[in-house]
């Protein structure tokens, strides 16, 4: 096995037990929710990538190219929901917009899985497979942008409308999703969208940057909560 698939999994799993354990502290508390969720979309798409780094099936290969996508759409639902809920909810979210959250988001996981819209299938290069775009997968990259932007105008409004401890939780937040919304836009779907090889390298780096993400983010949590 593959000595980064290895990190991977070890650094999915430190981000599990992060999980359950901010969600354990309030399970009814809506931004712990939110949150957990995200952690599930980011272990599947580090694990899936780490497994892929040491696969030589390609049916499997394809299976687990297909996971990351998935994993990519709920993170994408979930960072939404986080921010509508962190550190505060600026209304009570209506019916429409849980209709608008959960159609888009459970299509893609779902599409993504079970038919060629998004993934069409994987191609062998020299050293490694790539996935071949589907006739939805722009949709997908719009889907993925739109989210996320709407994520970060729903956080610069209360940023705007803060003081004292949320105005700095909400502009760490800020500062910390961009990093990883950028690396994880270029290198897992704008250079894949362009015909570039996905390199082992842009595999781990969008996992990576995800997942010091959450790190930071989950040490927010532990200390509004403490």
């Known amino acids: 096995m593959d000595i980064r698939g290895i990190i991977l999994y070890i650094i999915a799993l430190l981000i599990l037990i992060l999980g359950f354990y901010i969600l354990d502290r309030d399970k009814k508390n809506p931004i712990n929710k939110s949150f957990f969720v995200i952690v599930i979309g980011v272990i599947i798409w580090i694990?899936?990538?780490?497994?892929?780094?040491?696969?030589?099936?390609?049916?499997?290969?394809e299976l687990f190219y297909r996971l990351t996508y998935v994993g990519g759409a709920l993170l994408?639902?979930?960072?939404?929901?986080?921010?509508?809920?962190?550190?505060?909810?600026?209304?009570?979210?209506?019916?429409?917009?849980?209709?608008?959250?959960?159609?888009?988001t459970l299509f893609f996981m779902a599409f993504s899985l079970v038919t060629d819209l998004v993934v069409s299938g994987v191609v062998?290069?020299?050293h490694n497979y790539d996935t071949t775009s589907g006739s939805l997968y722009g949709l997908y990259v719009a889907?993925?942008?739109?989210?996320?932007?709407?994520?970060?105008?729903?956080?610069?409004?209360?940023?705007?409308?803060?003081?004292?401890m949320h105005l700095w939780q909400i502009k760490f937040v800020l500062i910390s999703v961009l990093i990883?919304?950028?690396?994880?836009?270029?290198?897992?779907?704008?250079?894949?969208?362009?015909?570039?090889?996905?390199?082992?390298?842009?595999?781990?780096?969008?996992?990576?940057?995800?997942a010091v993400w959450l790190v930071l983010n989950g040490y927010i949590l532990f200390k509004k909560q403490v």
């Open 47 to 61: 694990c899936s990538n780490a497994t892929i780094s040491f696969l030589e099936d390609k049916s499997l290969i």
């Open 76 to 104: 994408t639902g979930g960072f939404l929901f986080f921010a509508w809920v962190f550190p505060y909810k600026l209304s009570f979210i209506k019916f429409f917009r849980w209709i608008i959250l959960l159609v888009p």
């Open 124 to 126: 062998r290069y020299k």
């Open 143 to 164: 889907f993925f942008v739109v989210f996320f932007s709407w994520a970060f105008i729903e956080l610069i409004r209360k940023y705007r409308r803060s003081d004292g």
């Open 180 to 210: 990883p919304f950028v690396v994880g836009l270029i290198t897992d779907l704008i250079l894949p969208w362009l015909g570039y090889e996905k390199e082992v390298w842009m595999l781990n780096i969008g996992s990576m940057s995800s």
